[in-house]
């Protein structure tokens, strides 16, 4: 049996967990293989055990790639596994969400490298290996707070803010290239690690109402699934969407509209 990416190769940063690794588990039903970009060894460890488990064999990288040089590394990894790469997913990310005058340096910058930086490094390693082959798939995640204004967000959209506008510029500048260049924007999403720090009740009362806050925001009253935004992606990837490019793919349960 057959699915619709057999014979792509993959590589999906932040893949060992939450929708990233959903996003991994996704690709690999379709038919790709697919390289798991991980910020460290345990965790994608614990990523590649599961997966096989499920009879899927994935490759894999752990490094920070906000560092410079480390993409370069990944590509290098890829291409050693599988002997080219046609699709990139940039999911790493996680920022330090809190009312914006708490902000610190510290903060600050772990949340504009977290999600900018590392998307930044990896598409530019990414791109030339694709020019060179002529095709290519690239799919960011963004996130629907940049439209929705979701409460303590604000240096949050600023990085992912820089990657849906990134995303415009790449596709017109790339297109002739035969490469497609997309950003899927979710909402409030209930990974499986927010399930299980809700239930140890892990979280403080300020997090707690930004979680509210987002649900409310979302007509359909309830948050999205990794599944969900895993086909978005697969969708952006796959053969179908060969004419869809320089788009930002809202995941949000009708959050924003139009």
Known sequence: MTGPLDG????????????????????????????????GEEELKRAT??????????????????EPGRAAEL???????????????NSAGGGV????????????????????????RATLALLPHMVERGYGRIVNIGAESVRNGL???AMYNAAKGGVHA??????????????????VAPSYVQTPEITAALAENRFDQEFLRVLDRATELIPM???GTVGEVAGAVAYLVGPDAGFVTGQVVSVNGGSSMG
């Open 8 to 39: 792509r190769a993959a590589i999906v940063t932040g893949g060992a967990t939450g929708i990233g690794l959903g996003i991994v588990a996704r690709l690999l039903a379709d038919g790709a293989r697919v390289l798991i970009g991980a910020l």
């Open 49 to 66: 055990e599961a997966l096989r488990e499920a009879g899927h064999e994935p490759a894999g990288f752990a490094g920070n790639l906000a």
């Open 75 to 89: 590509l290098a990894t890829g291409v050693e596994a599988f002997g080219r790469v046609d699709i990139l997913v």
């Open 97 to 120: 969400i809190r009312p914006t005058l708490e902000h610190t340096e510290e903060s600050l910058r772990a949340t504009i490298d977290n999600n900018l930086w590392t998307t930044i």
């Open 151 to 153: 409460i303590d967000h």
């Open 166 to 183: 990134m995303t415009t510029g790449l596709a017109r500048e790339f297109a002739s290239a035969g490469i497609t260049v997309n950003t």
């Open 221 to 223: 009253g309830r948050p």
